[in-house]
């Protein structure tokens, strides 16, 4: 049997924490191994737990999530990180993602979609919501672009098509249907993209693109 996938909760509402406990508990192939109530007290338990995902609160007394997050991903070997919100365009998220944070989710999200992005997060697509985080950006992202790096132009012409598409926030599905591509096809178009940019999943090829004029 497979090593269950281990989750850190922040949030310093008791009830929503045991409420998502009791969800993740639910399946067979995740685990709680630790939640916290505020940023500071995240960084503690992440650092002893070493969790493969933490789902993480923005706004929390003593240290909010932002700054936790920050903390967190300059340690070698960091989880992923969630940022957890009740607004979908949320300026917090936006810079939260630009530190390295994994995507966002809303609180009110649908159990499975919770669930589900658990998982996808920790196989490393890391892709929730990507129109949302596109949508995030295109209204958070007014600094001037910084100059486009040379690995960009690594990019074939085809990956150059892809990468548009998939920094506009579309799923594989819809590339591979406007593109008139297998979505296998189109996976490992990405997957080159990714490798060729140094970027960790398509949340960070979203960030990129804004970072970099690009979109």
Do not use: C
């Not at 593109?179 to 096809?185: C, D, I, R, V």
Request: charge should be negative; hydrophobic fraction near 50%.
């Amino acid at each position: 049997m497979n090593t269950p996938i281990r989750v850190v909760l922040v949030d310093d509402q008791a009830l929503f924490r045991a409420g998502i406990r009791m969800l993740i508990g639910s399946q067979p192939d995740l685990e709680v191994v630790g939640e916290a109530s505020d940023g500071r007290e995240a960084i503690g338990v992440v650092r002893e737990t070493r969790p493969d995902v933490v789902l993480m609160d923005i706004r929390m007394p003593v240290l909010d999530g932002i700054a936790a997050t920050a903390e967190l991903l300059r340690d070698p070997n960091p989880p992923r990180i969630v940022m957890l919100t009740t607004f979908d365009l949320d300026e917090a998220a936006a810079r939260a993602i630009r530190q390295g944070a994994s995507g966002f989710l809303l609180k009110d999200a649908e159990p499975e979609f919770l669930l589900s992005a658990i998982r996808t997060v920790h196989a490393g697509s890391a892709v929730i919501a990507a129109a949302a985080t596109h949508d995030l950006f295109t209204r958070f992202s007014d600094a001037a672009p910084a100059p486009v790096p040379d690995a960009y132009g690594t990019l074939t012409d085809r990956e150059r098509e892809i990468f548009a598409l998939a920094a506009r926030g579309l799923s594989n599905a819809e590339i591979a249907e406007r593109e008139f591509l297998s979505e296998a096809t189109v996976k490992t178009h990405i997957s080159r993209i990714l490798g060729k940019l140094s970027l960790r999943d398509r949340v960070q090829l979203v960030v990129f693109a804004f970072r970099h004029g690009l979109v």
